[in-house]
Structures are given as structure tokens and as C-alpha cells.
């Protein structure tokens, strides 16, 4: 079945550092791609979507590419701020059908 | 434009007993789909509801019911209630059941004493 996996957290970094958060994904056929965010005590908010192999996603600064060749859909961003400190989730959408699957999340803490 | 709101907020009830989580989707929206997100993880899928009807379930037992209404607001019932139970209970709305974007509501904190 579908799965995501996502790198191992808690990231800790310092303001103004590089983020790279891993994810990859097995799915059949060609999946659409999310990252969501999820702020202490809050639900989910999107982040940004892929829905095709290449797509670059967008949104406030973060960054991921659907990585077909690689099943990935790393997110990143430039330079962090202490308000993105928060728990990132990667996850998938089959063709089609609307539920999605989740990774187990990645904790970020941004310091001054 | 309203978003997905849920209720109660949170609710403490103990093993043995029922529960009825409530959601209220975006407007426009005719698809609600439900996750429990247990401590420290990521969301998983329980059931999605499509024009009042059951459009796909997860791996969860009959015990976990859902209805959606002629609004499109549905409901999520629990009976037998277990400590594992316990858990952030979150709905999302979609467009319709084949649109992947999902706007989630703020969730329902359910423990099970």
C-alpha cells in the first residue's frame, strides 16, 4: 500500500539556518504530493502541493520538488525563522481518491 | 468564507463508553474525510463521506460510525470506547471526493480514562 516516510526528527537550528526536511513515498501511479504544518495545539494547514512529476510547490519561503525518479519531496527553505518552529508532515493523495497518508512528522525548533 | 469547524473541543469520557465528534465542512465543500492522529504521530485515515455516503474506509473497526448530512456536516461516533482511543481527531473538507486538496478543521481532543 501507499506510505511516506520522512527524515527523523527533532530538527533543532538556529534563525537564518538552511532547513532540509527528507521525504519519500512509495505509491502506484502518479500520487499528488503535500506538506502540512501543524502549530502547537492547532490542526493541520497546507503548505504547499505537487500534483506532477517536477512540479515545484511554493509557499512562504518553503520549497519541495516532485521527485519522480527518486519518489521524494523534500521541503527546504533558505533561511528559518523562529515563527516556522512547528511539526511538518509529508503526505500523498492516490489518483483519484482523496484520502491521504501521512509520514510520522518532523519536529522543528528555530532558536534566536 | 467559513472554514472547517469542529466540537466539541475537547472531551474527556471514560472505557465502555460512546462518543459523537462533530464537523462542519467548508462551504462548497461536499466532502468530509476523518483522521485520528495519535501522540507524536502523523494523522491516519478513517473513513471519507461523499454525498452522504461512505466513499472509502482505513483500517479502523466497526466501531467507528460516521454520517454526513444534506449540509455536508458529519459526524464521527465511537462506541466501546478504549484507552487507545485517545488521540486528536481531525476532519477535512474537499471540493469533491476526487479533489486531493484537504482544509482541516482545528480537531477534537478525545481521553479515555
Known amino acids: 500500500g501507499d506510505s511516506v516516510t520522512q527524515m527523523e526528527g527533532p530538527v533543532t537550528l538556529s534563525e537564518e539556518a538552511f532547513l532540509t526536511i527528507n521525504c519519500t513515498y512509495t505509491?502506484?501511479?502518479?500520487?499528488?504530493l503535500f506538506w502540512y504544518v501543524q502549530y502547537p495545539g492547532e490542526g493541520l494547514q497546507l503548505l504547499l502541493k505537487?500534483?506532477?512529476?517536477?512540479d515545484k510547490g511554493s509557499n512562504k519561503g518553503f520549497e519541495a520538488t516532485y521527485r519522480k525518479e527518486t519518489t521524494s519531496f523534500h521541503l527546504e527553505k533558505g533561511s528559518v525563522q523562529v515563527s516556522d518552529s512547528a511539526v511538518y508532515f509529508c503526505a500523498l493523495s492516490a489518483p483519484s481518491y482523496g484520502k491521504l497518508t501521512f509520514g510520522q512528522g518532523t519536529i522543528l525548533t528555530v532558536h534566536p | 468564507e467559513t472554514g472547517v469547524t469542529q466540537s466539541p473541543t475537547h472531551l474527556i469520557k471514560t472505557r465502555g463508553q460512546q462518543v459523537t465528534l462533530r464537523c462542519s465542512s467548508q462551504?462548497?465543500?461536499?466532502?468530509v474525510s476523518w483522521y485520528q492522529q495519535a501522540l507524536g504521530q502523523g494523522p491516519q485515515f478513517i473513513f471519507q463521506y461523499y454525498r452522504e455516503e461512505e466513499n472509502g474506509r482505513g483500517n479502523f473497526p466497526p466501531r467507528f460510525s460516521g454520517l454526513q448530512f444534506p449540509n455536508y456536516s458529519s459526524e464521527l461516533n465511537v462506541n466501546a470506547l478504549e484507552l487507545d482511543d485517545s488521540a486528536l481527531y481531525l476532519c477535512?473538507?474537499?471540493?469533491?471526493?476526487?479533489?486531493?486538496?484537504?482544509?482541516f478543521g482545528p480537531g477534537t481532543r478525545l481521553t479515555v480514562l
Open positions: 462551504s462548497g465543500h461536499n466532502t
Open positions: 477535512a473538507s474537499s471540493l469533491d471526493r476526487v479533489y486531493s486538496e484537504q482544509f
Open positions: 505537487a500534483t506532477k512529476a517536477d
Open positions: 505509491a502506484t501511479g502518479y500520487p499528488s
